[in-house]
């Protein structure tokens, strides 16, 4: 606790460390509203520059930044169905549905509050057992690991956004099978970048790359809800939503408790594990929240307790993903691996000796992410306020913005033409996925995880010299494999259940 105060009074007592710290926090949430310019593309722009700036603010600097760019998209994900971030998607399946009724106020008052308590808790626990938490994290998750982690998460959440069972599973596999444009992870071998017309051969190396989330998210989301709205203007049905601050009362906030509790432990376990992050965090506190709800049905239809699930478990990564880059020097995200980047650029290298060697840096940085969490309620009321100026630009002159910003981000990602033609199919297919009742969100979940699950699925069985039943050797892995494969066949006694007893309409 002593050291917490210190840090507290470096923080603010210095003008220089409360003026950076202000920065961050604007300029987190700035950049996580935009959707295709994340906190990313301002921790790239601001990486040069920290060359000349002290360690220690630096390192604060980008802390603060990961914690108001992680909550920032969340607000456009609920107004308008765009996610800033990546991590913000899972927050729209019930967010904007919530807008359409009418209680966007509410929405965004669970999003504030529950965004500040994920990563108020998850400072708190990294306080209190970074090197343990650490190391245990290190020595019992592998690949393996991570692959059935992935699975069970998949397993779990097939059905989100899906009329039907069958379709969620067909809108995931069609996410799996785009995962796998690219290069194999294994073999560095190009796949599905070249084909034939006509007789005619062809070979783009641009999709050598793959094709990355970003642009079809922005295309499923963002184009094909524009496409969505001026289909509603058509038909006469269209009405404006109206935005406030509403936080829910505290018997809403009790019933929703487990589902609180749930997702900071999900979101700071997959905080540690390097390379998993706030968006598998998100996407597994949803669908782990739809699975123990009592109100599963209303899921994807504005139910609030999905808001929470995704906004508690993204923000209780963020203090997560600290722990093994300053107690083992293994960054968790792209990020971290920025911070991992000041460090190497001043000379320093994080692990045990960094809580010794440079004691003030760790704490102020403690201080800084527990503060930029605890001051998520005010930048809520701020951004509500300011992004609620929107919605009363006439949606003609909206709808074009909204292209062309989600354009930009979409060609400022990777400064390839083909991610905006990628984007704008993907809009045009998520528009009629949406029609039909299939899941564009099921499709991200599968191409976000995808490319996670088939590199940690090599990896392990290079280790295990592919003898697939090393997976069952492992505890950890075995239990999350067979969990998974239950949830498969729960899901489907129950869809079948469901159709038996469903009422055949008379003639």
């Not at 499923?220 to 939503?241: L, Y």
């Not at 009321?381 to 074009?400: D, G, N």
Request: aromatic letters at 12%; hydrophobic letters at 50%.
């Amino acid at each position: 606790m002593e050291s917490f105060i210190n840090g507290t009074s470096m923080l603010f007592g210095d003008p220089i460390s409360a003026l950076v710290f202000a920065s961050g926090l604007l300029g987190g949430m700035l950049f996580g509203a935009i959707p295709g310019v994340n906190m990313l593309t301002l921790g790239a722009v601001l990486l040069p520059f920290t060359i000349t700036m002290d360690p220690t603010h630096a390192v604060m600097l980008y802390s603060v930044i990961y914690c108001s760019g992680v909550f920032g998209g969340a607000i456009t994900a609920i107004l308008f169905n765009i996610p800033g971030a990546p991590e913000n998607a899972p927050t729209c399946f019930d967010g904007y549905p919530m807008t359409v009724s009418g209680r966007a106020g509410k929405a965004i008052g669970a999003a504030v509050c529950c965004s500040a308590l994920g990563g108020v808790a998850s400072a708190c626990l990294m306080m209190a057992a970074t090197g343990a938490i650490a190391t245990w994290a290190v020595r019992s998750f592998g690949p393996q690991e991570i692959f059935a982690l992935i699975f069970f998460g998949l397993a779990v959440s097939a059905s989100i956004g899906a009329s039907s069972l069958w379709k969620g599973w067909l809108s995931v596999f069609a996410g799996l099978l785009i995962a796998t444009v690219g290069t194999d992870p294994v073999g560095g071998i190009p796949r599905f970048n070249e084909w034939s017309l006509f007789g005619i051969e062809y070979k783009s190396y641009y999709l050598s790359a793959g094709i990355h989330f970003i642009p079809m998210i922005l295309g499923f989301f963002a184009v094909s809800e524009v496409f969505m709205q001026a289909t509603n203007i058509s038909k006469g049905i269209r009405e404006r939503p109206k935005a406030s601050l509403d936080f829910p009362s505290a018997a809403e906030f009790w019933r929703v408790r487990f589902t609180m509790l749930r997702s900071v432990v999900i979101g700071f376990f997959a905080g540690i594990l390097p390379g998993i992050g706030a968006t598998l965090a998100a996407f597994l506190g949803y669908s782990q929240a739809q699975r123990w709800s009592k109100n599963r049905a209303n899921f994807g239809k504005g139910e609030i307790e999905g808001v929470v699930a995704s906004e508690t478990a993204n923000n209780a990564a963020t203090g997560a993903a600290m722990i093994p880059l300053l107690a083992l020097g293994l960054p968790g995200g792209a990020l971290t691996a920025m911070i991992l980047g000041i460090f190497q650029i001043h000379g320093m290298e994080p692990g045990p000796l960094i809580f010794i060697t440079s004691g003030d840096l760790v704490w102020i940085t403690f201080a800084a992410m527990f503060w930029a969490n605890l001051l998520i309620v005010l930048l809520g009321w701020i951004q509500t306020k300011t992004v609620v100026h929107i919605l009363r630009v006439p949606f003609r002159w909206l709808a074009p913005g909204i292209l062309i910003l989600a354009a930009i981000g979409a060609y400022a990602l990777r400064n390839l033409i083909i991610d905006v033609w990628i984007m704008f199919a993907a809009g045009i297919i998520g528009y009629y996925l949406r029609a039909t009742g299939y899941s564009p969100a099921g499709i991200v979940l599968g191409l976000i995880l995808g490319k996670l699950g088939e590199s940690a699925f090599s990896k392990s069985m290079q280790l295990m010299q592919y003898d697939y039943t090393g997976f069952f050797y492992r505890p950890i892995t075995a239990v999350l494999l067979v969990c998974g494969t239950g949830a498969i066949i729960m899901s489907v006694v129950r869809e079948i259940r469901g159709k038996e007893h469903t009422p055949i309409p008379s003639g």
